[in-house]
């Protein structure tokens, strides 16, 4: 006979245990019905004895994140430019479920997910041609439309629309003028003077109501406009700030751009762009949010049932539906159909089948196996559940002293206390043989 500890789970201690292949409990290596994701980015999830982690591949379009199979967001390795600035690409992860950028080198912006030298110096303004200017545009690989200057005026050296003839650098600021741009004829020369000097005041109006001022170039860069109006001194915003265009100013984050967290079982709430609020994305109609993310569910909320591998375990779906939580059934109870129930007998116990037969209860402790008939001269003793050898023959009747004694029907025993003169009364017995002064059985 080999002595073992265990022949099956129920032998080992509930939640903790299994019975291993060398039939000794074992602690469990994982909780059942646990999720975790490899280091290759592969899904397993722990058997229900909680011996081992079994394969359990994510869908084509899937990968693998905190135990749950979540859809990809974008092609692994794919390139983007960032939305919140020119000047920053991403690259989709390897997991293909989040993008992580980069800032792009000095002097480069995004195109197309790559980074490329700039063509001119972003949100400065040049000539186009003689009388029109142009601007940079904010990611400074290319010009806006160019604009046509306005009657009597040119692109003059400082690269904006002034009357012709006028520089910027030039002292006619000071309501001077040069000899070369006098008219030939007085009258002339006296409309053009006038003309010249509307157009200088109203264009100094327009750049003096913008010196100073702020703008933003994206999301991570504000702009001031040169004290000329002519132009801008772009400024990197502080990390963790946002450029505001409403007012020009970076603005400390409130929340980290992109960041998620669940708004309830149904819906993300995902950073905006700015890091100044949030935004309410709902899931899919067969997805809960956990972690931040919309995951699909794997069961339906509420719903019960019985731990493979185990009676004494029973498992609930979550109230989101991501999971299984499991629970032990209550002392003499086991779980069947999804539900705790009492016992019917006590596993491994033998009971009898009448006298005839044998069954012994099953291991959840709610029917019992096949019966099993004893063999010939045997019966099944209550006191065991287990067939024993006759001691005499069922039904079969025999003397003690004075008294008839008929064998019990399991044939374990005799029903004693019939009297000699009552059983002759009922012609149980044979008349007494006066010869042989003794009482002959009947058989």
Do not use: K
């Not at 002392?331 to 006590?346: D, F, I, K, P, V």
Request: charged share 20%; aromatic share 4%; hydrophobic share 30%.
């Amino acid at each position: 006979m080999i002595c073992v500890e265990c022949t099956g789970d129920n032998d080992c201690a509930a939640m903790t245990e299994f019975c291993g292949a060398d039939n000794r409990c074992t602690p469990r290596v994982c909780v059942p019905a646990a999720a975790r994701c490899t280091t290759a980015g592969a899904r397993e999830v722990c058997n229900a004895r909680g011996s081992s982690y079994d394969a359990a591949n994510c869908g084509a379009s899937e990968s693998c994140r905190d135990g749950a199979c979540v859809p990809r967001i974008c092609a692994p390795g794919a390139a983007r430019c960032a939305s919140e600035s020119f000047t920053r690409r991403e690259v989709c992860d390897a997991d293909g479920l989040a993008y992580t950028g980069t800032a792009c080198a000095a002097g480069e912006s995004c195109r197309a997910g790559l980074c490329v030298m700039q063509t001119c110096t972003p949100g400065a303004s040049g000539c186009a041609r003689a009388t029109a200017v142009r601007r940079c545009n904010d990611d400074g690989l290319g010009y806006a439309a160019a604009t046509a200057c306005p009657s009597m005026s040119t692109c003059n050296p400082a690269r904006t629309c002034a009357p012709a003839g006028w520089d910027a650098r030039q002292p006619e600021l000071r309501g001077q003028h040069r000899p070369h741009l006098q008219p030939r004829r007085a009258g002339l020369h006296r409309v053009a003077l006038r003309r010249d000097a509307e157009l200088r005041g109203g264009l100094l109006r327009e750049l003096g109501l913008h010196a100073g001022r702020y703008s933003c170039a994206g999301l991570s860069t504000r702009r001031q406009c040169n004290g000329d109006g002519l132009g801008y001194t772009p400024v990197a915003c502080p990390a963790m700030t946002a450029c505001l265009a409403d007012t020009g100013a970076c603005t400390p984050w409130t929340c980290t751009p992109g960041a998620a967290t669940c708004a309830s079982s149904s819906a993300r709430s995902v950073c905006n762009a700015d890091g100044q609020g949030r935004t309410e994305v709902p899931c899919g109609s067969t997805e809960s949010c956990r972690e931040g993310a919309c995951r699909p569910r794997i069961c339906v909320p509420g719903a019960t049932r019985c731990a493979a591998g185990s009676t004494a375990v029973i498992e609930t779906c979550a109230a989101d539906g991501l999971a299984w939580d499991p629970a032990s059934c209550a002392a003499s109870q086991s779980c069947s159909g999804g539900a705790c129930r009492a016992w019917l007998c006590t596993p491994g116990t033998p009971v009898c089948v009448g006298t005839t037969g044998t069954r012994i209860c099953n291991p959840d402790g709610l029917s019992y196996g096949a019966t099993t008939i004893c063999g010939t001269g045997a019966s099944c003793a209550d006191a065991t559940g287990l067939c024993a050898g006759w001691i005499c023959t069922p039904g079969s009747a025999s003397c003690e002293g004075n008294t008839r004694r008929a064998c019990n029907p399991d044939g374990f025993g005799y029903d004693h206390g019939v009297h000699r003169d009552a059983d002759l009364q009922r012609g149980r017995l044979p008349q007494p043989d006066l010869h042989a002064g003794q009482l002959r059985a009947s058989t």
